[in-house]
């Protein structure tokens, strides 16, 4: 079963975010985990983070996978887009375009999370 694994919230200004949810929500921050364009959000369950850049209007959804390389293949193979896979202190992640234009990620956790 494929569950919900990770997301992120984007934001034009990170250190503002990181100010406002940590007053609003009492959030603290894992330093190891982030960096200049991505605030990782310390004992999230699931785990998600901030991420520098254009606002949305919505959250953007990871999906905790076991291969990342086969599901873009499998994406592509069903009409969809596939970009190339980034690797992170917390796993191996993609964003994915499906065949109607809905974009969402997919992330294959490192080892610990």
């Known amino acids: ?38 605030a990782h959000v310390a004992d999230g369950d699931p785990p998600f983070g901030i991420r520098k850049g254009q606002c949305k209007v919505f959250t953007h959804l990871y999906f905790r996978v076991q291969d990342v390389d086969a599901l873009c293949k499998r994406a592509v ?14 796993g191996l992640s993609v964003s994915i375009v499906d065949d109607q234009g809905v974009s969402f990620s997919l992330w294959q956790p490192a080892p610990g999370f």
């Open 77 to 90: 193979d069903l009409g969809g887009k596939a970009e190339v896979p980034s690797q992170s202190p917390t």
């Open 1 to 38: 079963m494929i569950q919900l694994g990770y997301f992120t919230l984007d934001t034009p200004d990170l250190d503002k975010a990181r100010a406002f949810y940590g007053a609003l929500f009492g959030w603290t921050f894992d330093e190891a985990s982030s960096h200049a364009t991505y």
